[in-house]
């Protein structure tokens, strides 16, 4: 994960249920007991000052003010209130009511986490998972999670899991992934149930069952999970564990690719092209690839410049057939290369350039597909026979050095 991803997606889960998290800074309302409740902060009272602090977070009581949140929050973290202390965490990392610094937020949470606070340890985890405001270290981020796992909190036996899963911080062991995935899961964590559903797809960790796959992924479609939905209308797709149905693979591709999913929009656009589940159109299959094209699927490049190339769905347009395929070429994929060489080859949509045409053709005969390979090399030596030796040589050359590249990317 990039910097900061854990915490950030960790913050994003807890928000819908900070209110509990806050059980013994409990706000107050009534001019009356505002006053009271100000009065005992003042005198130092660690309970009053959290629970100030918490309504000045919130604006519930009183006017919104970060500054005044972090102060009583300070006030009773150095009482060392725990609650307060992992909210002045918070603070610290978010730049609230004070300047943003991970080394203060993980201080903080720190504090909080020796004396056992849940989400602390989790806190703490996630900075040594990124390495925010302590040295990355996944040994220390798999303790602290484990700790918290241990209390039973969802989200570190869910992180914990992914640890398991990965192999950082701990030995790779997909069983005790699949085992915190499932107490995950069973808290009705949407990523856990994701995860688990991945597991019993593969028989990682738990014996492959298509069927426990597509139950813990629905799980997770229904909380919103927008890989998961992708996942199940893939299950319903292929009849993986669930009665093959394309049009239940429509509908659950429809609410990923809503999402953004561009796995999804690229299937749902083969689905529309093929009239599958959905009646066949073309105008929507172009819409839905555009939509992945664009945030640079490959297939989805390729298929959108078959439908410019064939005016369906768009408007015939050679030129944008060229540009999509030579998006989709550029990332490797043969059958964009050998339609892009054609182009090259016949001179539509770009200018007829014969040692253009073979570079794309040679590098589509690379690729693993027997039948394709076979096709690419045979028009790839035919338009050889054209170019002087010169422009071969430099040709196979380009072709040489680009597959290099490319396979250095990938490594």
């Known amino acids: 994960m990039n910097s900061r991803s854990c915490r950030w997606l960790i913050i994003s889960a807890l928000l819908i249920t900070a209110s509990g998290a806050w059980a013994q800074c409990n706000p107050v309302s009534g001019a009356q007991n505002i006053t009271t409740l100000k009065q005992q902060a003042i005198h130092g009272k660690a309970e009053a000052q959290c629970s100030l602090g918490v309504m000045y977070e919130d604006g519930d009581g009183v006017p919104q003010d970060y500054a005044q949140a972090a102060n009583w929050f300070r006030k009773a973290a150095e009482q060392g209130d725990a609650q307060a202390q992992r909210i002045l965490g918070d603070l610290y990392s978010d730049g609230k009511g004070v ?3 991970a080394t203060q937020g993980a201080l903080w949470y720190r504090k909080a986490a020796e004396q056992g606070d849940a989400r602390a340890q989790l806190m703490l985890g996630a900075s040594y998972q990124d390495g925010d405001g302590v040295p990355q270290d996944y040994a220390q981020a798999a303790l602290w999670y484990r700790k918290a796992a241990e209390q039973g909190h969802a989200r570190a036996q869910h992180m914990l899991g992914d640890l398991y899963s990965d192999g950082k911080g701990v030995p790779q062991d997909y069983t005790q992934a699949a085992f915190w995935f499932r107490k995950a899961a069973e808290q009705g964590n949407a990523r856990a149930q994701l995860m688990l559903g991945a597991l019993y797809h593969e028989g990682e960790g738990v014996p492959k069952d298509y069927a426990q796959a597509a139950t813990w992924i629905r799980k ?9 939905q992708y996942l199940l209308g893939h299950s319903y ?3 993986d564990g669930v009665p093959q149905d394309y049009a239940q693979a429509a509908l659950w ?3 990923a690719a809503e999402q953004g999913d561009a796995d999804a929009q690229f299937d749902l656009g083969v689905l529309y092209d093929g009239g599958k589940g959905v009646p066949q159109d073309y105008a929507q299959a172009a819409a839905w690839d555009r939509k992945a094209a664009e945030k640079g699927d490959a297939r989805a490049q390729n298929n959108l410049g ?3 190339y064939h005016g369906q769905g768009v408007p015939q347009d050679a030129t944008q057939a060229a540009l999509w395929w ?3 070429a550029e990332q490797d994929n043969a059958r964009a290369q050998l339609m892009l060489g054609t182009l090259y080859y016949d001179g539509v949509g770009v200018p007829k350039d014969y040692a253009e045409a073979y570079f794309w053709f040679d590098l589509a005969a690379a690729v693993k597909d027997a039948s394709m390979a076979t096709d690419a090399a045979k028009v790839r030596d035919a338009v050889a026979l054209i170019l002087t030796p010169a422009d071969l ?19």
């Open 220 to 228: 997770a479609a229904e909380q919103g999970n927008a890989r998961a």
């Open 253 to 255: 591709y429809r609410k």
């Open 237 to 239: 797709s292929m009849g």
């Open 99 to 101: 300047p943003q610094d």
């Open 326 to 328: 030579r998006k989709a």
């Open 393 to 411: 040589s430099s040709a196979q050359d380009r072709a040489r050095k680009w597959s290099e590249a490319h396979q250095a990317k990938s490594q």
């Open 306 to 308: 078959h439908l410019y």
